[in-house]
């Protein structure tokens, strides 16, 4: 079924969501059952453990860049280097993020939960607790990620067809899907493991989960970017591509790609 909604239909979801969550949490502050007075945020310091709480938030929280900073460079590297169906490549790498972004939700629902059961567990003293939490979760989230692992690889050719109709878009969704989700299945222990490290106060170790995966993906496409740029750079100039096919090692007059392109 579709809604045929386009952007204005996902700015209307968040939307949505985020006024049903305000009217849960006000329903939850009229009630009064178990819940602190407001007068109590008046007993402490606001910004008194502020720098404690962001070195722990700024790992996970840098990492959201680091997803914006690759989704930046794939689409650029697509800009750069598809001289024909740049419009389909897009569209199908959009429908891939989407898709993603649905597979992550449980994942980030077991990763949040288990954080929250693990901090009070180890403020607590109780660590037998709070392993034992963390094999479950660890465990919950491998079997997770390999159902949708399976899933997203053995149907790649029609997962697109739950989103348009062109059958370029499609098979570009298909060929986007298959390296993307190979190693889907461990997405979700680094993720349960990453919160984990966050919960218990070692946010070096938390960044060193989270961040690493941007650092490495954005790589291949930068180096890409400026390979692309130096080719066309190269191509467009008669000196600089002369000087590259002696670079190779033969005569610039037996490179038949040594004529300038029009």
Same mark, same amino acid.
């Given at each position: 079924?579709? !809604?045929?909604?386009? /952007?204005?239909? @996902?700015?209307? =979801?968040? #939307?949505?969501?985020? %006024?049903?969550?305000?009217?849960? $949490?006000?329903?939850?502050?009229?009630?009064?059952?178990?819940?602190?007075?407001?007068?109590?945020?008046?007993?402490?310091?606001?910004?008194?453990?502020?720098?404690?709480?962001?070195? !722990?938030?700024?790992? /996970?929280?840098? @990492?959201?860049? =680091?997803? #914006?900073?690759?989704? %930046?460079?794939?689409?650029?590297? $697509?800009?750069?280097?598809?001289?024909?169906?740049?419009?389909?490549?897009?569209?199908?790498?959009?429908?891939?993020?989407?898709?993603?972004?649905?597979?992550?939700?449980?994942?980030?629902?077991?990763?949040?939960?288990?954080? @929250?059961?693990? =901090?009070?567990?180890?403020?607590?003293?109780?660590?037998?607790?709070?392993?034992?939490?963390?094999?479950?979760?660890?465990?919950?989230?491998?079997?997770?990620?390999?159902?949708?692992?399976?899933?997203?690889?053995?149907?790649?050719?029609?997962?697109?067809?739950?989103?348009?109709?062109?059958?370029?878009?499609?098979?570009?969704?298909?060929?986007?899907?298959?390296?993307?989700?190979?190693?889907?299945?461990?997405?979700?222990?680094?993720?349960?493991?990453?919160?984990?490290?966050?919960?218990?106060?070692?946010?070096?170790?938390?960044?060193?989960?989270?961040?690493?995966?941007?650092?490495?993906?954005?790589?291949?496409?930068?180096?890409?970017?400026?390979?692309?740029?130096?080719?066309?750079?190269?191509?467009?100039?008669?000196?600089?591509?002369?000087?590259?096919?002696?670079?190779?090692?033969?005569?610039?007059?037996?490179?038949?790609?040594?004529?300038?392109?029009?």
């Amino acid at each position: 079924m579709r !809604l045929d909604v386009g /952007v204005a239909g @996902s700015a209307w =979801g968040t #939307a949505m969501a985020q %006024g049903i969550g305000l009217a849960l $949490l006000l329903g939850l502050r009229l009630s009064g059952h178990h819940i602190s007075s407001l007068k109590a945020l008046g007993n402490a310091r606001w910004i008194g453990k502020w720098q404690a709480i962001l070195i !722990l938030g700024a790992p /996970v929280s840098l @990492s959201f860049i =680091g997803i #914006a900073l690759v989704s %930046g460079t794939v689409i650029t590297t $697509l800009r750069l280097t598809s001289d024909t169906g740049y419009v389909e490549g897009i569209a199908a790498y959009g429908i891939v993020t989407r898709t993603f972004s649905f597979t992550f939700m449980p994942l980030m629902a077991i990763a949040l939960a288990t954080q @929250s059961i693990v =901090g009070n567990n180890v403020g607590a003293k109780l660590y037998h607790r709070s392993n034992a939490v963390l094999r479950i979760a660890l465990t919950v989230a491998v079997l997770y990620c390999a159902v949708i692992e399976v899933i997203l690889l053995a149907g790649n050719g029609w997962i697109g067809r739950g989103f348009v109709n062109d059958l370029n878009v499609i098979a570009q969704v298909g060929v986007i899907l298959r390296p993307m989700s190979s190693l889907y299945l461990f997405a979700g222990p680094v993720l349960v493991l990453a919160l984990y490290f966050q919960a218990i106060g070692k946010p070096r170790h938390a960044a060193s989960l989270t961040l690493i995966k941007a650092q490495h993906m954005g790589k291949r496409p930068y180096k890409t970017t400026i390979q692309v740029k130096w080719r066309r750079r190269r191509d467009s100039n008669p000196r600089t591509l002369a000087r590259y096919s002696l670079s190779r090692g033969a005569p610039s007059t037996t490179r038949p790609h040594l004529r300038r392109r029009v």
